[in-house]
């Protein structure tokens, strides 16, 4: 196959051949700032953007694309998000939404056309699930699905769809309604292609994102007519395909999260060490220190989770069953991006209190992953909801002994905080906080494993110092008693002025 495009080209050049169009398009010209606060990419940025055919990476080669794994999308997504947080969501969006969720359950009919899109005409495609009423609630949605003479009829609103209005081709998800009305429990999943006949998506409303300017979101009616070959074909039922999806994908938000702490580090170290403040170097001060620190010990733990989705989160793995695994990956990385950018924001000072500063940009551009994909507090409840059912199982109540097997290689580091007996019976709040507990034990086991397997030690021993330190605090305020809830009428006798 010699005459296949990608024949000759490995993916270390591959890879190199985007940053360099990355470096044209976001450095080559003064007036082209990307953290500007106009909307949208202006078009000479994207068609360099696009010059190394950077999609084509998880295609695969029998359909001429590169064929790339997980793990080589890790480091292609982390170099992105290196440049611009926006341009590695919106490739994270083609490939962990679309890509690999279609080259994986899609029917074969329907392939050729949307990959040779995807390679010729740098088409671009998306998922729809959330809609206005049901966000969180997801598996309620209320987009119905009619099967009527051969042709599948979607109805519905969604809305909060990355690259509305942008992508061509869309996953769309809905419920199959009865002969009575009602809709079925489980979802389905259709490949749309808007340039098709009766598949176009009305855009009703383009929303003022907050953040992440360089992506359109807004609110889609969806009223489309889908052939047989359109539909995925889950392997099992429809909602574990979509678990499979989404784990997938929250396994490769470290690959977001990489490139993003690591230029927020970059900028922290390189503006402490020429700000001077008081006739010193910031750099020089102690609690600039523990700023940095904190901030590389974010680069050390998130590259722990790429190693571990390289491991485990190819396209022919089932995923359904990882939801533990994926979801504190999930929610840990976007908790880390957060705070990274807010350390930098702080560090910088008022000079990064702009739209137009990378701290100021970085701040709300990282923010919604906390919310996207699922909730961070809900996952965090999840988290324990998962752990404490594989403690019972075990008949284990101590934490500190369900440690020796579950994260064999850094127990012994957490004796004395988690030798305690733990309660069952939770409260919601309590569940999120020994979730977070959960996953920062998690996040040292997969710290210590990247460690043997020859990542630089004493960046391993910070991040597991500051993990420890965290899990600490947590443990802390898990463990005590917190029981208030909020007055709802409290207008009397509550304003100060009258006392
Ligand atoms: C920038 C951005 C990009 C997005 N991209 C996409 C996309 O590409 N495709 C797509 O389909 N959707 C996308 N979404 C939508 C996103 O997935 C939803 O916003 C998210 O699932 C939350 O749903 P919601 O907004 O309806 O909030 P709600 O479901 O109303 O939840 C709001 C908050 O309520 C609290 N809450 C909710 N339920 C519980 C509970 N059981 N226990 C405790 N607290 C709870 C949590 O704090 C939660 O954050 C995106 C959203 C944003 C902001």
Known sequence: MTDHPFANITFQQFLDNFKASMKRAYHR??????FCSTRGIPAPVLTELMSTNPLALTIPRAYGGFGGNVKQNTAFISAASYESLALSLTLGINNALFLQPFTKYGQDAAKPHVYKRFLNNQSMGGLMITEPGFGSDALNMQTSVTEKEGKFHLQGKKHW???TGMAEFWLLTGRRKTETG????DVEMFMCDVNAPNQQIKVDEYYENLGLYQ???????LD???PEQNRLIPQTTGVKMLLDLLHRSRFQFPAMGLGFIQRMLDEAITHAQARLVGNKNLFEYDQVQNRLARLQANFTICSAFCVKSGEVADIENDLFPLGLEANIIKTVTTDMMQESSQSLLQLVGGKGYRLNHIAGRST???????IFEGSNDILYHQIADAFLKLMKNAKETKLYNYLKTYTPSIFERLRDLTSFELDF??????LVDFGQVVSRIYSMQLVAEMADKGFRNDLTENALDVLRQEIATLINNFRLENKTLVVPDYGAKSYWFDL
Not at 182 to 185: A, E, I, P, V
Not at 215 to 221: E, R, V
Not at 425 to 430: C, S, Y
């Open 364 to 370: 709300v551009d990282s923010r919604p992953f906390q």
């Open 161 to 163: 769809q990355g690259l």
């Open 425 to 430: 019976q939770l409260a919601q709040r309590k």
């Open 182 to 185: 009602s809709l079925m429990r």
């Open 224 to 226: 489309v007519q889908l």
């Open 29 to 34: 010209d003064e007036k082209i700032d990307v």
């Open 215 to 221: 992506i359109p979101y807004g609110l889609n009616h």
